[in-house]
């Protein structure tokens, strides 16, 4: 049986992008081997249904985290498991993010296996704390990435504008396009309640629901603005966490609107759609502050299709071709919390409008689902063998 070796720079806990790649190659006759980074509590072996995971400890990792000692533990990081990925002799190295690309290079180069490069953002416009090290990082970077994109089998990302980006940054033919969708909702959901009883929202309200990671640059603010003029009939769930957890709280109390936002922790995503399901409308909020945020396709926005709930999503490129193509929700401009509140009480006050969206996004579902996207998945591999 021929190894898949995937080489992703975390600690691997609950990648749900991977985890289905994992299952898809796996399903298609590979030995997958997922070589991670180790942390505290986790084990650093683990056999699952689908593939084996190491997850590798560095004893660099607890040094400073200065930029310039970074770099050293990145060369213990490199050194570890392209040792160790060289003995597995893969016939296939799937890098995830370009961390991981230099070291699946290298082991591609020496065992003469297919490489593809797996680019879950747009690195070379991401944002990077300013200082001469970590520019000089960030140039070097840009240069390997182009270096390695060009000598890859294949290229994947995660929306149409970040491939055409790509190809143009490197000069390479358009990357495949791979969304992170999840599988379709089988079987079907079984309480549409859990939200409102375990955050004792009263059943009368509509949830409005933010899920993911509460980053910087989302606009989640104006989230919190919007619902000072968001009409009774609504509140506003957060569902997830990050590093604005504390200032979105803080927020929320400042303006007395601790009967209108609530806080639920993350769920597993064995269960997250059951809760998903219990909004009356799904957000996605972005920002434009860099072409890595402007292009995104998170993957909250294909839950809740999946969820069956009608989304609102702030006007950039390709979340609005989503929603548009299928008629599932509305778009917002960003940073305008009075016309994100105008739109949001417009859609309470229409529910025969809500309903022909959530009608379109049963249909969506049917479509945009892992078991139509994992074809092309499957194209590349076979290219490949």
Partial sequence: MDTVLMIVLKD?????????????????????????????????????DNYELYRFKLTTKKWPKHPFIQIFKYLECFIRIAWKGTKLNPKVVHCHDISALPIGFVISLKLKSKLIYDSHELWSNYNYRKSLVVSAQKQLSNILE???????????????????????????????VIRNIPNSNNPNIQDINLLKKNLHIPKDKKILLFQGGFASNAGLEDLVAAMELVLPAAVLVFMGGGILNNKLHNLVK???????VFFHAYVDNQVLLNYTACASIGISSSSSINLDYRYALPNKLFE????????????????????????????????????LACIINRLLENPKQLEIYKKNVKEAAKILNWENE????????????
């Fill in 12 to 48: 691997f806990v609950n990648d749900s992008r991977i985890l289905r790649e994992c299952a898809t190659v796996h399903n298609m006759g590979y030995r997958v081997v997922v070589y991670a980074l180790h942390s505290e509590s986790l084990p650093e072996y683990e056999k699952q």
């Fill in 146 to 176: 182009k270096f390695l994109m060009r000598r890859s089998d294949a290229v994947i990302t995660v929306s149409d504008s970040i491939a055409n980006y790509l190809s143009a940054f490197a000069r390479i033919k358009k990357p495949f």
């Fill in 254 to 260: 400042r303006k007395s609107l601790n009967n209108k």
């Fill in 304 to 339: 809740y299709i999946q969820a069956g709930v009608p989304v609102l999503v702030t006007d950039l490129p390709d979340m609005r071709k989503i929603v548009m193509e299928y008629k599932i929700g509305e778009t917002y401009p960003e940073g305008d919390p009075q016309e």
């Fill in 374 to 385: 994992e074809n092309k998945l499957k194209i590349i591999y076979k290219s490949l063998s």
